[in-house]
T-cell receptor
């Protein structure tokens, strides 16, 4: 079975500072994808960044980067230069290649990020 | 950009009513999903469709049905709405089933059953 663990229920960061949101995962499948989503209070689930299990380099997407440490099974999201609009719930998720399992994402419980002015 | 559009953002329905939640994607994706999201329970998969007219039950299909007559459209149907179906519903789509296929979500539909 797959599992995603996000140990930080809430985080605060000062505007313009960087923040790291933690995510650890567990799977026996060697082929998997890791995703981060942002969910503002309005409800939409916004895709931020993707990291494949065979990718050699950490993914980056604008102010978002993913600190992928495969041996530790961690996939932390780093947001640089935080903005007030970054305040939201952030979910780490995983999709694996096992037959029947690839059809859905396994989500973590989320981290509520608040950016302070 | 991928666009997943849910027809209704906020609905209030009465117990026993038949409710339709509509979802359209514009990227020719094979897979479509319906999730519900509840505080403390996270996201739970209701139904999954991997092709037109093909569907599979997710983790919590009871009380729901789905329809996918066209590739771009996936409808969630509550045959007889009940108060325990009050929730936020998220539609999603992805190009394929592999682990590298991103699942894109719509804006969500807040359903209240009274």
């Amino acid at each position: 079975a797959q599992k995603i663990t996000q140990t930080q229920p809430g985080m605060f960061v000062q505007e313009k500072e960087a923040v790291t949101l933690d995510c650890t995962y567990d799977t026996s499948d060697p082929s998997y994808g890791l995703f981060w989503y942002k969910q503002p209070s309005s409800g939409e689930m916004i895709f931020l960044i993707y990291q494949g299990s065979y990718d050699q380099q950490n993914a980056t997407e604008g102010r978002y980067s993913l600190n992928f440490q495969k041996a530790r099974k961690s996939a932390n999201l780093v947001i640089s230069a935080s903005q007030l609009g970054d305040s939201a719930m952030y979910f780490c998720a995983m999709r694996v290649a096992l037959s029947g399992s690839a059809r859905q994402l396994t989500f973590g419980s989320g981290t509520q990020l608040t950016v302070l002015p | 950009d991928v666009k997943v559009t849910q027809s209704s953002r906020y609905l209030v329905k009465r117990t026993g009513e038949k409710v339709f939640l509509e979802c359209v994607q514009d990227m020719d994706h094979e897979n479509m999903f319906w999730y519900r999201q509840d505080p403390g329970l996270g996201l739970r998969l209701i139904y999954f469709s991997y092709d037109v007219k093909m569907k599979e039950k997710g983790d919590i299909p009871e009380g729901y049905s789905v329809s996918r007559e066209k590739k771009e459209r996936f409808s969630l149907i509550l045959e007889s709405a009940s108060t325990n179906q009050t929730s936020m519903y998220l539609c999603a789509s992805s190009l394929g089933e592999g682990p590298g296929n991103t699942i894109y979500f719509g804006e969500g539909s807040w359903l209240t059953v009274v």
